[in-house]
């Protein structure tokens, strides 16, 4: 678990807007200005792609629906596939993802929101619950916060959401196991975990924590060669 390859995500956190259409602008100038820095794609058909030209759409992985579900990158044609988004929403904070090099998911939490009654009980598993009872209560909150980054992160790259048990996924501070999932539907292996760089971590009331996850090599049919495309 470290960060350095999380150096080929765009991450951006900021003050969210106050409708979904305004975060997926906030997306699609991401994805522009991740776009802009390479050249050999920017200047395809002898344009940059613009920021008017990027559409993010959603697209549920389980009923087709496009009401619900992870967000992508609609339009332009030539590029789907090929750039990979998250976004996440805590409170009034909004987090961004853009990768080239694979799904991504990207979680944001404000540590208030993990530490409520009962929130253990449908979020974490024994042996996470265990770990957590060995911390003082600070530690204890900003564990819960990073567990449950974790495993959102996750289950948003893979785009099952909470239609799988959290429990199912358990978390530990023990880097040699950050995140485990025995029913993943991917090769854990391939799974990069690393902490969101939020400045100020806190705001008014509000601490943040923030998780982001990448795939960085796979099997089959991706990552897809540059060179093919
Ligand atoms: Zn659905």
Known sequence: MHGTRSADVSVRVRARATTTATDHAALAA?????????????????????????????????????????????????????????????????????????????????I??????????????????????????????HARAVFWTRKEALLKLTGDGLRVDPRELTASLWESAPLLWPRAPLDMTTVQISPVHIDPVRVGDATLVGTLVQQVRGSEDWPRKSSDR
């Not at 208030?112 to 909150?141: I, K, Q």
Request: contains cysteine.
């Open 30 to 110: 991401l994805v522009a200005a991740r776009l802009a820095s390479e050249p050999s794609t920017g200047f395809r058909r002898g344009h940059v792609v613009h920021v008017s030209e990027i559409e993010i759409a959603h697209r549920c992985s389980h009923c087709g629906s496009s009401r619900h579900g992870q967000p992508y990158v609609a339009a332009p044609l030539h590029l789907a596939g090929t750039v990979h988004v998250s976004l996440s929403r805590a409170g009034t904070w909004l987090a961004l993802a853009v990768s080239r090099t694979g799904p991504v998911g990207i979680d944001l939490e404000e």
């Open 112 to 141: 208030s929101a993990v530490r409520r009654a009962g929130f253990d009980d449908v979020a974490f598993n024994p042996t996470e619950r265990a770990e957590l009872a060995l911390l003082d209560t600070a530690a204890a909150d």
